[in-house]
């Protein structure tokens, strides 16, 4: 009701008295070292409070963002170097004070009076840049003279291979069929309602930070904002309502969070900023670019008899996450059934902004190469497109099923599923709708695909349920919503559990001062976790009030 009746709060609907505003200056170079910043005649402009340039951060003692990389945490696979180097992290920097390594970096941060007065400033801060060469694809940064984006580290932050090289080698020798595919996945972003918006204040009395921000979990950001100034965990607060729009785009902290909450402290005063939908298109953190060469062998009769695949996951400029790549490891072999694989994964650095999960996370690409593989065997070898999928889908006498590259599949009924799929899409009839479109002079095709995911994210979650003396129920919960209604699946789901009307439950997800720990939103996780905590929480209720009476 409170969101269809106006009462809802987006991130720039955030106002607070003797709120300040900012604008930031941002790199048109790829890559470039930042040889001086003169903001002189940006502080001289009328209404200016403050100019803030990387070497400010480095002097208030900012700390890098502490992105949650990974290489992988069981019961996904886990990438280790071949070489047995650990895999290492490409710092982000709230304002980088050494060089540019995407456009769009965020060189000086400006705060004013008024946007007009900020956006006016920005563009008296003289930057002198000193260009470097920049590589922007995946697969050219693997170069041997290709542009270096830091000294003390490699293009290449993994390089690893999954499952049976000796084997897969056997398996294609053997085989009767080979089909190759290279492609690339290309680069996508969110393009959410609102373009990310931020608030920052400051308590000087009690030395405490606040920010108010659209994100995809607030205490993730609390946590990593404690982790940039320095502070205990307790002395940050974090606080979203309605976000417009997030998939895995906000998932991440971004560098604007930090720096009005840092520009708050420098000010005194709050202060906001708001991204133009151009800046979101640069910075928003973005998605996919995964450069594939794969290989599919198949027996005379069209079984799948083992997968060869290279994927080269373009990570951008820092090292925001490897779960892309990871995930689409795992799942390389979708779910068919294939006896054996070997999959080199590398995950390479390059002068574009960084990708990190974003709509299922690596899965949809490989999901991609493998059916196109199939679709090109089928077209190669004489075979047909559905009965070569049938043929190979794993069944469900092998279930719990594990794939060569060591993920378990509990159950399914693939062939089933298919089946429906193409009897509600009408299959059989396609022939009689593509010859009435070459009537109208349109061409029409139909394709098909088999999809598997893995979902669930990160499995930390905490419900806690209190019946107030009025009846009333509160329901604190760690996920946070980004458009599914929790306020109103989550209250039917306790006013069941617990017998009472649905509108005397309340859920509360939106702020770290009552919230203490949580997941977020991603991966599919807020119900399924989210609905085993509650119903934990509410059978416990249920005990205690059996015992009471």
Same mark, same amino acid.
């Given at each position: 009701l409170r969101? +269809?009746?106006?009462?809802?709060?987006?991130?720039?609907?955030?106002?607070?008295?003797?709120?300040?505003?900012?604008?930031?200056?941002?790199?048109?170079?790829? &890559?470039?070292?930042?040889?001086?910043?003169? @903001?002189?005649? *940006?502080?001289?402009?009328?209404?200016?409070?403050?100019?803030?340039?990387?070497?400010?951060?480095?002097?208030?003692?900012?700390?890098?963002?502490? &992105?949650?990389?990974?290489?992988?945490?069981?019961?996904?696979?886990?990438?280790?170097?071949?070489?047995?180097?650990?895999?290492?992290?490409?710092? &982000?920097?709230?304002?980088?004070?050494?060089?540019?390594?995407?456009?769009? @970096?965020?060189?000086?941060?400006?705060?004013?009076?008024?946007?007009?007065?900020?956006?006016?400033?920005?563009?008296?801060?003289?930057?002198?840049?000193?260009?470097?060469?920049?590589? @922007?694809?995946?697969?050219?940064?693997?170069?041997?003279?290709?542009?270096?984006?830091?000294?003390?580290?490699?293009?290449?932050?993994?390089?690893?291979?999954?499952?049976?090289?000796? *084997?897969?080698?056997?398996?294609?020798?053997?085989?009767?069929?080979?089909?190759?595919?290279?492609?690339?996945?290309?680069? +996508?972003?969110?393009?959410?309602?609102?373009?990310?918006?931020?608030?920052?204040?400051?308590?000087?009395? @009690?030395?405490?930070?606040?920010?108010? *921000?659209?994100?995809?979990?607030?205490?993730?950001?609390?946590?990593?904002?404690?982790?940039?100034?320095?502070?205990?965990?307790?002395?940050?607060?974090?606080?979203?309502?309605?976000?417009?729009?997030?998939?895995?785009?906000?998932?991440?902290?971004?560098?604007?969070?930090?720096?009005?909450?840092?520009?708050?402290?420098?000010?005194?005063?709050?202060?906001?900023?708001?991204?133009?939908?151009?800046?979101?298109? +640069?910075?928003?953190?973005?998605?996919?670019?995964?450069?594939?060469?794969?290989?599919?062998?198949?027996?005379?009769?069209?079984?799948?008899?083992?997968?060869?695949?290279?994927?080269?996951?373009?990570?951008?400029?820092?090292?925001?996450?490897?779960?892309?790549?990871?995930?689409?490891?795992g799942l390389a072999t979708s779910g068919y059934r294939i006896p054996v694989s070997h999959i080199k994964a590398r995950a390479v650095l390059s002068s574009t902004m960084c990708t990190t999960p974003y709509r299922s996370a690596g899965r949809p690409e490989v999901i991609y190469v493998m059916e196109r593989l199939i679709d090109k065997a089928a077209q190669e070898h004489g075979f047909d497109r559905v009965a070569l999928r049938k043929r190979n889908l794993i069944p469900p006498s092998a279930f719990p099923y594990q794939n060569p590259q060591g993920i378990t599949y509990d159950n399914g009924t693939y062939r089933v599923v298919m089946d429906r799929a193409m009897e509600l899409g009408d299959w059989k009839g396609f022939k009689k709708r593509r010859a009435e479109a070459r009537k109208r002079k349109k061409l029409r095709g139909i394709g098909l695909c088999s999809y598997l995911e893995t979902t669930g994210g990160y499995p930390r979650e905490r419900a806690d349920i209190t019946v107030q003396p009025q009846g009333k129920v509160d329901v604190v919960v760690g996920t946070l919503s980004s458009g599914q209604s929790h306020e109103t699946t989550f209250a039917q789901c306790v006013a069941e559990w617990l017998g009472v009307p649905f509108d005397d439950v309340n859920i509360f997800e939106f702020d770290t001062d009552i919230v203490k720990e949580g997941g977020g939103s991603h991966s599919a996780r807020s119900m399924r976790l989210a609905g085993i905590v509650m119903g934990n929480a509410s059978d416990s209720i249920v005990e205690k009030g059996k015992k009471i009476a």
């Open positions: 969101l +269809v009746t106006g009462r809802g709060t987006y991130s720039d609907d955030f106002n607070f008295p003797g709120q300040t505003y900012a604008a930031m200056v941002r790199s048109p170079h790829a &890559h470039a070292r930042i040889r001086s910043i003169d @903001t002189a005649e *940006a502080r001289a402009m009328p209404g200016v409070l403050a100019v803030l340039t990387g070497q400010d951060a480095l002097a208030d003692g900012l700390k890098r963002i502490p &992105h949650l990389a990974a290489p992988g945490t069981p019961p996904d696979i886990v990438l280790h170097n071949r070489d047995g180097s650990p895999v290492p992290v490409a710092p &982000h920097h709230v304002l980088p004070a050494d060089r540019v390594r995407h456009v769009g @970096t965020a060189v000086a941060f400006v705060i004013a009076e008024t946007i007009a007065q900020a956006k006016d400033a920005a563009e008296k801060v003289v930057v002198d840049y000193e260009p470097l060469p920049a590589v @922007t694809q995946g697969i050219a940064s693997l170069a041997k003279d290709a542009p270096r984006l830091y000294d003390d580290l490699p293009n290449v932050m993994i390089d690893a291979e999954v499952g049976d090289a000796a *084997a897969t080698d056997a398996a294609f020798l053997a085989a009767a069929h080979v089909t190759r595919l290279e492609t690339w996945v290309n680069r +996508v972003t969110g393009v959410p309602m609102e373009p990310r918006s931020a608030v920052g204040l400051y308590d000087k009395e @009690t030395d405490r930070y606040t920010l108010y *921000a659209g994100s995809g979990g607030i205490v993730r950001q609390k946590r990593e904002l404690s982790q940039i100034f320095g502070v205990p965990f307790e002395s940050v607060r974090v606080v979203t309502q309605e976000i417009g729009g997030n998939f895995g785009t906000r998932n991440s902290f971004f560098p604007e969070f930090a720096m009005v909450v840092w520009g708050a402290k420098r000010v005194g005063r709050p202060v906001k900023w708001t991204a133009e939908r151009h800046e979101a298109f +640069v910075t928003d953190y973005m998605g996919r670019d995964l450069t594939v060469s794969a290989e599919l062998a198949l027996d005379a009769e069209g079984r799948f008899l083992a997968l060869r695949s290279s994927n080269i996951s373009n990570v951008g400029a820092h090292s925001g996450s490897y779960v892309p790549l990871v995930k689409g490891v």
